[in-house]
């Protein structure tokens, strides 16, 4: 909203502000973990072959890309608090659909519901990220993105529990979505309510993203390929190309969640030093040379490595493009939308794209193209500038404001 940035906040309630925005980033990426430790359970329940349930899980990034436009209107409607809480609740209610559905049809539409909220409370989330890393006048976006990692690694945990248990996963979802819902409502009580000025003409209940969104964008793209690539293929690579045990392959997996939350919730302090330019550019080499030791080992060990090297290279690039965003244009949630849109349809195509290139030549091709796309990030880092100096500015000003800071 362009007239947020007329509300006047104490430090205290933006500081308060921040770790309620943390929180409501954790409570997000639990419902996404909850949800795909239980994957295996939903398929047995709806009776789906593994190519109907690749289908079915494609319509969550499809509801999710038809509704991101919709959350900047829902915004400007009701004010961030009140379009979060409602949002944030419809997410995590949500994941009691999926376990419910008994067949192919209603498994799509379930998904299809599951990525529209999913969506729409991401947009939300990540518009009020932004505000708050623009009145602390530093970078915390990163550290929010970490927070919904560690989120979906406790959610991870959960489900990995009531797995082994041989729980329900109906009874396990209605648990969890209960709890994080619960926990949703209450931690919104504390993040900024922002509203539109009397004069702000309300954006388009359906938009197509703005052109600025198009580049930033397009840098999200090659980030979150390399991470769908990464999270959906590193087992199999271990497997198929250097004959690893299972154990030894899922735990590269791991290995590479843990590195990307690690890197996110210690990357602000790497952009607040170098900034979102130079920061990019750096870890495209990293997540370069991460790829090019994939493509070359010749142990498991060095492609463990590897996929560190490509996690801790990639894990600050997506919050680093929701903030440049947000930076963007008169309406930060229509941007933020935008790039939101395009990096899940990358992690949409990633896998399958992967698997395409896989079957045709070889996996070990299919990470040369991962590792290009890297370099990319190199290149075309210089798109992130956006309101560079603007956020030192912001910095700079907030340095001056009396009263206790974070």
Known sequence: ????????????????????????????GAVTGSFATRVPWIQDHAGVSTGQLGFALAFAAFGAACAMPLAGSITHRFGSRAALRALLALWTLSLI?????????LLCLAMFTYGATAGMADVAMNALGVEVERRLGRSIMSGLHGMWSAGALIGSAGGTLAAHLGSDARLHHALAAAVLTVVGLVVCRWVLDLRPTEDEEPPPRFTLPPRSALLIGAVGFCAVFAEGASLDWSAVYLRDRLASSAGVAAACTTGFMLTMAVARIAGDAVVNRFGPVRTVRAGGALAALGGLLIVLAGHPAVAIGGFGLMGLGIAAVVPLCFAAAGRSGPNPSQAIAGVATITYASGLIAPSLIGGVAQATSLTVSFGVVTVLACGLVAFAGVLRTGERTGAKVSAQAASVPGPRS
């Not at 659909?97 to 049809?105: D, E, I, K, M, S």
């Open 97 to 105: 659909l999926p376990a419910l559905a008994p067949n192919l049809p």
């Open 1 to 28: 909203m362009s007239g947020a940035g007329d509300v006047v906040h104490t430090p205290a309630e933006v500081r308060r502000a921040r770790y309620a925005v943390a929180a409501v980033f954790t409570v997000h």
